[in-house]
């Protein structure tokens, strides 16, 4: 099960830092606002449910029987919030944000995943920062 929670882990960060930026761009070419916060909406979705599972005894969480499933769900959707929902979140407002002034899609798929990655770091230290101040 490690495997395969770890699999999905990289897969999501992938996701979130490279795949959706090109979905945000092509959500904000074809129908706007509401198609991009729809999407953004969905990634969101998506990063809750992994961080549920993730938090299981079942996803392999080996803390959840010790501590209890609230101990390892509120500390899981904190640190998958930060660095897999920020930059989803990021993504949206910059490519919302300049897409009227950046007409090639490869340059605002560019700036989506600076926004991205840019966010990614900050989710990571201010994890780092506020889990470690729970422990």
Do not use: C, D, K
């Amino acid at each position: 099960m490690r495997v395969t929670i770890s699999a999905l882990e990289h897969t999501f960060r992938l996701a979130s830092l490279v795949f959706f930026p090109a979905v945000a761009v092509w959500a904000w070419r074809a129908a706007g606002r509401a198609r991009l916060w729809r999407a953004t909406g969905i990634g969101l979705g998506l990063v809750v449910l992994l961080a549920a599972f993730a938090a299981s005894a079942a996803g392999g969480n080996a803390l959840a029987p010790v501590h209890g499933y609230g101990y390892t769900a509120s500390r899981s959707l904190l640190a998958h919030g930060l660095t897999l929902g920020l930059p989803l979140l990021a993504t949206t407002v910059a490519v919302q944000a300049l897409a009227g002034s950046v007409s090639s899609r490869v340059w605002l798929y560019l700036v989506g995943v600076l926004g991205a990655a840019l966010a990614w770091v900050v989710g990571v230290i201010a994890g780092m920062n506020v889990l470690a101040a729970l422990a």
